[in-house]
């Protein structure tokens, strides 16, 4: 790949520049002729009053910026390095957000006339680069963008960028799309990082047996996104249609994909589903919260999903010992079961750590995690019991 040591001022890297509060491409320097956000770019995300801020100061102060690479394109030029930079530059001097001087609000418009210029005057020091695409894209999966790494789904729309991947980046990176908000109580993630349109890919990949990237490959010059988006609805609608009630926060990042693959065939009563999760939402022995949906989904067979807080020490030696009293005075096991049968540790005492805790009621049967529930038996025993 061949570079170009290139200077810019501020100013002309900006002659043009308008920013897209949507999010969408469209951000343009040197009068049209450099695209600063090509479709393998990630989205801009210094704009949290911190980064894009220090970028400014940096300029007011006449601090190194470092280096910025645009790649050439035939008779364009696409920045590789430094959009968030000079999307920062943009932005504030077209009034986007303030910064303080002298313990002030100052918008650019509202600097004084010398402190504009030295923004403006700035020089910029650029590499102009020219290399094929594969080039072009594996040195970009190398470099870290003043110190924000890129993440897999950003490196992943590099590799595979394309109209598919553009199209996917209107949809589910785009924070201000009407659904976000719903989406992402069901979903973690930043979407100016890629990690809403992350899962949504995850989900449609997944339910065909492909990592996201075989699925990128696969559609990567696809026009349209329809596939993706009629699954990841299906897949929020569902959730949404099963536990009728405003999101839990328990709810935010599940494998909701999973789940829609093994019970959307599945019939609920979505009334009784939502009293039950609301019961066991409320119940004090159920630790992990997260997993009460899984559990309702799958019958409520699997009672390790929800974490049910085992007996602690004390009760268990408490149960052993009192336990342990009465079957000596009766001369029987101080395991019940043992004590009931008809074999050679019909009379046999145990020693505590022979022994392990159980409900004598089930807590899936309505059983509490107290002494008043709890039985110690032998462990041979204790593993054959199982949910009875």
Not at 116 to 141: N, V
Not at 254 to 259: M, S, V, Y
Not at 275 to 300: H, M, Q, S, T, W
Not at 324 to 339: E, G, I, Q, W, Y
Request: glycine share 8%; proline share 2%; aromatic share 10%.
């Amino acid at each position: 790949m061949k570079t170009d040591l290139k200077h810019y001022t501020v100013d002309q890297v900006l002659d043009g520049f308008v920013y897209n509060e949507l999010e969408a491409k469209g951000l343009f320097g040197l009068a049209g002729k450099l695209t600063i956000q090509p479709e393998y770019q990630r989205n801009y995300i210094y704009n949290d009053g911190k980064r894009d801020v220090a970028v400014i100061d940096s300029l007011l102060k006449g601090y190194p910026l470092g280096l910025i690479y645009f790649n050439v394109n035939g008779d364009r030029l696409e920045v590789l390095d430094g959009q968030q930079r000079i999307t920062s530059f943009g932005r504030f001097v077209t009034g986007k957000f303030a910064i303080k001087v002298d313990a002030k609000e100052q918008t650019f418009s509202s600097l004084s006339k010398d402190q504009q210029r030295k923004i403006l005057d700035t020089r910029l020091d650029i590499y102009e680069c020219q290399g094929t695409e594969t080039e072009i894209k594996q040195w970009f999966q190398t470099i870290n963008i003043v110190g924000v790494p890129l993440n897999a789904q950003e490196l992943l729309n590099a590799i595979y960028s394309g109209p598919f991947v553009t199209k996917a980046k209107v949809e589910f990176s785009n924070s201000n799309n009407a659904n976000m908000q719903k989406w992402r109580s069901y979903i973690k993630g930043d979407p100016k990082r890629q990690e809403i349109l992350e899962v949504a890919l995850d989900w449609v990949a997944s339910s065909q047996a492909k990592s996201i990237d075989a699925y990128l490959a696969l559609h990567r010059q696809d026009q349209g996104i329809t596939e993706l988006k009629t699954y990841f609805t299906s897949v929020i609608d569902w959730v949404g249609g099963v536990f009728i009630r405003p999101p839990d926060t328990e709810m935010r990042g599940l494998e909701w994909g999973r789940l829609y693959e093994l019970y959307h065939s599945n019939s609920y009563n979505a009334t009784e589903l939502n009293k039950a999760v609301d019961e066991l939402r409320g119940d004090p022995f159920v630790k992990n919260a997260k997993g009460i949906y899984e559990y309702l989904l799958g019958g409520c067979e699997d009672s390790k999903l929800l974490g049910i807080r085992l007996f602690d020490e004390p009760t268990k030696r408490a149960a052993y010992e009192q336990q342990t009293k009465k079957a000596k005075a009766a001369d029987v096991s101080n395991c019940t079961l043992c004590a009931h049968g008809d074999n050679a540790n019909k009379t046999r005492i145990y020693a505590q750590n022979e022994m392990d805790a159980d409900h004598v009621t089930a807590w899936s049967k309505g059983g509490s995690t107290d002494l008043t529930n709890c039985e110690m038996l032998c462990v041979m025993h204790n593993r054959s019991k199982g949910n009875r």
